[in-house]
């Protein structure tokens, strides 16, 4: 094993109790502490999509305690933007086990009711560990009808 896998496997992502406690901003420029972006580009503008996603993942990676998601994330937009975030894979699990309702922005709305069902429940699934059915089998998730 790796160290970076070993690192992975171990580290502690910070969860919020309620998305509503994610207050911060919606608009207009931040700028991070270093102990969240150590990078040259610590100041965000939240109107460009790109450098809003990259803060928010940063934050969520970084976050050392649950005052920096509170400061910096704010609940509805991570909703609305959490199906493009690029986060480690452990994190994205932490996050769907809490709230449900990121599960359900991760699923296209563009997919058939159908496959919205199965995908949900197949990832519903994987967060509890329960082994997979076979609707879960297929690349996409759902069986092909």
Not at 52 to 68: F, H, K, N, S, T
Not at 72 to 85: A, C, H, M
């Given at each position: 094993m790796n160290s970076q896998s070993r690192y992975a496997s171990h580290r502690v992502y910070l969860v919020p109790a309620d998305l509503h406690e994610l207050a911060g901003p919606s608009t207009g420029v931040v700028e991070l502490p270093l102990h969240l972006d150590w990078s040259e580009q610590r100041?965000?503008?939240?109107?460009?999509?790109?450098?809003?996603?990259?803060?928010?993942?940063?934050?969520?990676?970084?976050?050392?305690?649950?005052?920096?998601?509170?400061?910096?994330?704010?609940?509805?937009?991570?909703?609305?933007?959490?199906?493009?975030?690029?986060?480690?894979?452990?994190?994205?699990?932490?996050?769907?086990?809490?709230?449900?309702?990121?599960?359900?922005?991760?699923?296209?709305?563009?997919?058939?009711?159908?496959?919205?069902?199965e995908k949900l429940e197949c990832r519903l699934r994987s967060l509890r560990r329960i082994p997979a059915s076979p609707a879960c089998s297929s690349p996409m998730g759902a069986v092909a009808r």
């Open positions: 100041v965000y503008d939240l109107k460009d999509d790109g450098q809003l996603g990259l803060m928010y993942e940063r934050v969520i990676r970084e976050a050392v305690q649950l005052d920096d998601l509170r400061t910096y994330l704010n609940g509805s937009v991570l909703v609305r933007i959490w199906p493009r975030l690029y986060l480690p894979v452990q994190a994205r699990q932490v996050w769907e086990a809490r709230f449900r309702n990121l599960v359900r922005a991760s699923i296209p709305r563009s997919a058939p009711p159908w496959m919205r069902t």
